[in-house]
């Protein structure tokens, strides 16, 4: 049962373009999301996050929109640079774990 | 402040073999949890303790496979027996308290190869 989902499993930008990912969950009782950063052969990073009661949260080059009607929230990157080609992974929150999307590679090229 | 400190990094067993992973947690960090992730898969859940107790092992396998965080030292991944399927990347985070509402801070991970 996958509770989060991530779609996409690469996109490709070309730098100083937005990059949008994507990501939707299926469990109501979440309400807590976060976004990692991964680079091959390193641990996740953490990136940003939202309550949700929230509909926005930015941090810097870094936007999470939730969409709580439609379980869905994206991360937007803008402007984005070639050091964001990277694995990012979403996440929702129970009290006691994290749930993982399957991921995003991102590339951006110049 | 240190990280998050796993070790080994990388870790290469024989079939039948044991492999002992361990963590210690960021410095006041008192809650631990253990993910592990399959090659082009994302991260998933095996367990999360705080010191001396196992809260949530809904993701460990029933065998061969056990956690522990003493009241000293580092929290251990203890996998007995392994089988290749086991070849993985696990990785181990901590948060200064459980993740509802806050980040948890990972480790570069132990690269598991079973020959």
């Known amino acids: 049962d996958q509770q989060v989902k991530q779609n996409s499993p690469s996109l490709s930008v070309q730098e100083g373009r937005i990059s949008i990912l994507n990501c939707d969950y299926t469990?109501?009782?979440?309400?807590?999301f976060l976004w990692y950063k991964k680079y091959p052969a390193e641990g996740p990073t953490f990136l940003i996050s939202i309550s949700s009661i929230k509909d926005k949260n930015e941090d810097g080059r870094f936007t999470v929109f939730l969409n709580k009607s439609a379980k869905h929230l994206s991360l937007h990157i803008v402007p984005s640079q070639p050091g964001d080609s990277a694995v990012y992974f979403c996440a929702a929150s129970l009290p006691d774990k994290l749930i993982f999307g399957t991921g995003t590679r991102l590339q951006v090229f110049p | 402040n240190a990280g998050v400190m796993q070790n080994p990094r990388h870790l290469v067993r024989r079939r039948g073999q044991e492999a002992r992973l361990r963590c210690s947690p960021m410095k006041g960090h008192s809650h631990v949890y253990w993910y592990r992730q399959l090659p082009e898969e994302g991260l998933k859940f095996m367990v999360y303790l705080q010191k001396e107790n196992i809260i949530d092992e809904s993701g460990m396998p029933k065998e061969r496979f056990s956690a522990e965080f003493p009241k000293e030292g580092p929290s251990i991944l203890r996998i007995q027996q392994v089988v290749r399927g086991d070849s993985a990347a696990y990785f181990c985070?901590?948060?200064?308290?459980?993740?509802?509402?806050?980040?948890?801070?990972f480790g570069q991970g132990t690269r598991l190869t079973v020959v």
């Open positions: 469990n109501s009782m979440f309400d807590y």
């Open positions: 985070a901590s948060s200064p308290r459980a993740t509802a509402n806050t980040e948890a801070f």
